[in-house]
């Protein structure tokens, strides 16, 4: 899970790296009032999980809190690439000498991390490695050993970042491993005029599969963007977002992915998709209809189901079940293949849905999908 930036601010605070004073409201008439406690003039800040905010006129400075207020309204009326702005941070303005650039990413390939910093901070990373990638410095640190000062010297020389950052790439560390996170990134890390060495932006993308241990995380977990990715998490169903019309569930994250291809290639785009996973109950069918269905961009469903520890005759009781919880109003396209196939085929003819319609293979179930969100 990606954090927003106050949220990764607040944590680099715990850890003791130097933050801006700053707060969040998602209120232009608080933002006045938050801007006064911080001396008048503030820098306000979009708070949305993309990059690039500064560009986008997401990160503007005001002079005093009418100022603040105005720009804060302004920028709450925002969308930043597809991200509606729905709240603002309210940061005491920093003084910047020079922007540096340092994070933390796991590498999976390597099975280590990767230190990567450059002295060339402020534009993204990626901006940067690309017009000049010898101003990019990649250092593996191996997860046992960690970054210890001595790493640190060794990282803050290979970058050419000013010596005393070693203490920030220590702390940067512990927020990495006793947060459980997968992605730290400081950008910029600010050299103030008075020499001080501030966070002024950051990112931290959290391990999910740590969440059991992560006792305090619940806050943040209840700051899911989507409402529906929120209910389908509560469920414990595997959901995602997209931007296409043809709603997609299937069994086990292989199948899934392929469907999307398939629906892809049918000439219409995934409004979504939902894994119910390898033991896909009658219960968790119907939990995943009903998710899917009730996403106001959904013009058809797509079921993809190939049974096996789950049968299909489970399966389909779980759909009929769905439409009678449910009531969809929208057409739902099947397709069952594996195990008792045969007898859960029967079951969705016997209920006879009308808006129930079945494919012998996923090929055709995707064109009849594709076909019935165009006219639907
Ligand atoms: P991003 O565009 O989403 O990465 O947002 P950042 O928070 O990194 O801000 C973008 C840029 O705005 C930074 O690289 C700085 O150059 C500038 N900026 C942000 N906050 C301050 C500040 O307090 N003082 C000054 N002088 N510049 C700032
Ligand atoms: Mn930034």
Not at 52 to 74: C, F, H, I, S
Not at 146 to 156: D, F, Q, S
Not at 173 to 191: F, G, H, I, K, S
Not at 316 to 324: E, K, Q, R, T
Request: with cysteine.
């Amino acid at each position: 899970m990606d954090l927003y930036e106050h949220q990764a601010r607040q944590l680099f605070e715990e850890h003791g790296i130097s933050v801006p004073r700053a707060e969040v409201t998602d209120s232009p008439g608080r933002a006045a009032g938050i801007a006064r406690g911080l001396g008048g003039r503030v820098v306000v800040k979009a708070q949305v999980k993309t990059g690039g905010r500064g560009k986008a006129g997401g990160v503007r400075l005001a002079e005093d809190p009418a100022a603040a207020e105005r720009t804060a309204r302004e920028i709450l009326a925002m969308n930043i690439k597809g991200h509606p702005v729905r709240t603002v941070m309210l940061a005491q303005p920093i003084d910047i000498e020079s922007e540096f650039y340092v994070s933390y990413v796991l590498d999976r390939a390597a099975g280590r991390f990767l230190a990567i910093a450059s002295a060339e901070g402020g534009t993204e990373i990626e901006e940067v490695a690309a017009s000049r990638p010898e101003a990019v410095t990649r250092v593996p640190v191996d997860p046992a050993e960690g970054v210890t000062p001595e790493k640190a010297a060794e990282i803050v020389r290979a970058a050419g970042l000013p010596p005393r950052t070693a203490g920030v790439l220590v702390r940067l560390w512990q927020v990495l491993t006793r947060e459980d996170a997968l992605l730290v990134e400081v950008n910029p890390l600010v050299r103030t005029a008075q020499g001080q060495l501030v966070a002024l932006d950051g990112k931290v993308t959290l391990d999910d599969n740590a969440r059991f241990r992560q006792a305090r995380r619940s806050g943040q977990e209840t700051s899911n963007d989507d409402p529906l990715e929120a209910a389908a998490a509560a469920k414990g169903l595997n959901y995602v977002k997209l931007d296409g019309e043809v709603g997609v569930v299937g069994n086990g994250a292989g199948l899934v992915m392929s469907t999307l291809d398939v629906v892809a290639g049918s000439g219409a785009r995934p409004a979504n998709f939902l894994d119910i996973g390898g033991g896909a109950s009658a219960r968790i069918m119907s939990d995943g209809l009903s998710v899917v269905l009730s996403d106001p961009g959904v013009k058809s469903v797509l079921v993809n189901v190939f049974g096996g520890i789950t049968a299909c005759d489970a399966v389909a009781d779980g759909i009929v079940a769905a439409l009678d919880a449910v009531r969809p109003t929208k057409p739902i396209v099947v397709r069952l293949d594996g195990n008792n196939a045969a007898r859960g085929r029967a079951v969705l003819g016997e209920r006879a849905h009308p808006l129930v319609h079945q494919a012998a293979t996923m090929d055709d179930a995707a064109r009849l999908a594709a076909r019935l969100a165009h006219i639907s």
